[in-house]
């Protein structure tokens, strides 16, 4: 009931800051598709619990939240191959936008040598043979194309305004799908309250800016899903 109550304050601020900033900045609001995008932070959540708790738990002992995972990815596969959506439309494909790798490899190469340089100078204790699969597949796997797929596309309808920079064209949706990512780590109901952790927040959803630069840029989540599995895993491996 936490996680749901939680969600449920996600859903309330991204109505209500979203809808107010896209009032008030220049381009078209669709309330449509921020409802849409509403609904699939709810439907993320509602499988990353399990049906909050109502399905058993699978596989029995594990760590590992592999259930959640899974049933996660389906849902936002599921949501990609709609014609709404589609698989290319969300980023969901190997394919990337020509001429964009010229500039995406180098990013992506610092961001992997960064990581490689603090697992080296901060180095973890030894990890079991679950939590390195893990961290080599499922956080990546699932919220790169959710989060930089399905829900991106949705933002990126609900608000079109546009301001380039960098090369691509950023929109406010952009922006609050890295402000949702954040909140997905650092905002939470627990105790009878709700909480925040401002680190936290600064530590998930600055990086994610790069995620979605490149998204923009390659038209493929497949670097971020690489570049995301890749800093969870290093410093286990190291």
């Known amino acids: 009931m936490d996680s749901f109550i939680g969600t449920l304050g996600v859903i309330a601020l991204l109505l209500g800051v979203g809808g107010a900033l896209g009032l008030a900045l220049p381009g078209r609001l669709s309330i449509r598709w921020l409802l849409v995008a509403a609904g699939l932070v709810l439907l993320n959540d509602l499988m990353l619990t399990s049906a909050y708790g109502l399905l058993p738990r699978l ?3 594990s760590s590992w ?4 995972k899974i049933l996660a990815l389906a849902a936002t596969l599921a949501i990609a191959a709609l ?3 589609s698989w290319r439309r969300s980023g969901l494909t190997l394919a990337q936008a020509p001429g964009s790798l010229k500039t995406a490899l180098p990013v992506t190469g610092l961001y992997f040598g960064l990581f490689l340089v603090l697992a ?4 973890n204790e030894p990890a079991s043979l679950e939590t390195i699969a893990f961290q080599l597949t499922m956080p990546g796997l699932e919220e790169e194309p959710y989060y930089r797929g399905v829900l991106l596309l949705a933002l990126g ?3 079109t305004g546009r301001v380039r920079f960098l090369g691509v064209e ?3 949706g952009a922006i609050l799908s890295c402000a949702l990512f954040g909140l ?3 905002f939470g109901f627990s105790h009878g309250q709700f909480s925040f952790d401002p680190l936290t927040m600064a530590l998930t959803a600055l990086p994610s800016l790069i995620a979605v630069w490149l998204v923009l840029k390659t038209r493929s989540v497949l670097l971020p899903v690489l570049m995301h599995n890749f800093g969870n895993a290093v410093t286990l491996l190291i």
């Open 59 to 61: 596989p029995a002992g």
């Open 83 to 85: 014609p709404a959506f």
């Open 184 to 186: 997905a780590h650092a």
């Open 157 to 159: 309808q609900a608000f």
């Open 120 to 123: 080296l100078v901060f180095p």
């Open 65 to 68: 939240n592999w259930q959640g």
């Open 170 to 172: 950023w929109g406010l």
